[in-house]
């Protein structure tokens, strides 16, 4: 069975980083690839990027100059690094494993909440 | 940059057929699927590669995609099938969600 954790602060203050680390159980991360997506409170979900083990990363374009998404395969876990946040930053943040080809995610980890503020 | 289109909110009453629809040009020429979100929780895919259901997802589920609109129907729905949902593609080597439609059981 596939599990996915989330953790990491829970407040971070504007300007600084986010920083958020996935452990992944029940797979492989040298076998598939991984994803972060993001949901404000009450909003819709918004994509983030994604890692394969290899190292080859996409981030959404939107967010491109802020992220970077890193894999530690001796952990089986994937990083979040999200740069000079503000409030709009703030959101539940969801690591999720993504079947490549035909591009769905099948397993979501429970979320975090990360709030922006002083 | 491309973009998916939902309807807000839908109404259903239990028992009858209730249908989502998720909007993009030529959608039908790319994978659509639909993922259910209920309040507090993470997403749960129901819907891939258009009509596909994931092992565990009822068979009440399924989908469609042709044209520019993907279709996610819910047969007999019940009052359990009251949540959000997203449909998502992948454009141009990215992922893009649809805003959401509001399910309402009533």
């Known amino acids: 069975q596939v599990q996915l954790q989330e953790s990491g602060p829970g407040l971070v203050k504007p300007s600084e980083t986010l920083s958020l680390t996935c452990t992944v159980s029940?797979?492989?991360?040298?076998?598939?690839?991984w994803s972060w997506i993001r949901q404000p409170p009450g909003k819709g979900l918004e994509y983030i990027g994604y890692i394969y083990y290899s190292g080859s990363t996409d981030y959404s374009p939107s967010l491109k100059s802020r992220v970077t998404i890193s894999v530690d395969t001796s952990k089986n876990q994937f990083s979040l690094k999200l740069s000079s946040v503000t409030a709009a930053d703030t959101a539940v943040y969801y690591c999720?494993?993504?079947?490549?080809?035909?591009?769905?995610?099948?397993?979501w980890g429970q979320g975090t909440l990360v709030t922006v503020s002083s | 940059s491309y973009g998916l289109t939902q309807p807000p909110s839908v109404s259903v009453s239990p028992g009858q057929t209730a249908s989502i629809t998720c909007s993009g040009d030529q959608l039908g020429d790319k994978y659509a699927c639909w993922y259910q979100q209920k309040p507090g929780q993470s997403p749960v895919l129901v819907i891939y590669?258009?009509?596909k259901r994931p092992s565990g997802i009822p068979e009440r589920f399924s989908g469609s995609n042709s044209g520019n609109t993907a279709t996610l129907t819910i047969s007999g729905t019940q009052a359990m099938d009251e949540a959000d949902y997203y449909c998502q593609a992948w454009d141009s080597s990215t992922v893009v969600f649809g805003g959401g439609t509001k399910l309402t059981v009533l």
């Open positions: 999720v494993r993504l079947r490549p080809t035909t591009n769905y995610f099948d397993y």
């Open positions: 029940g797979a492989s991360i040298t076998s598939y690839y």
């Open positions: 590669e258009d009509s």
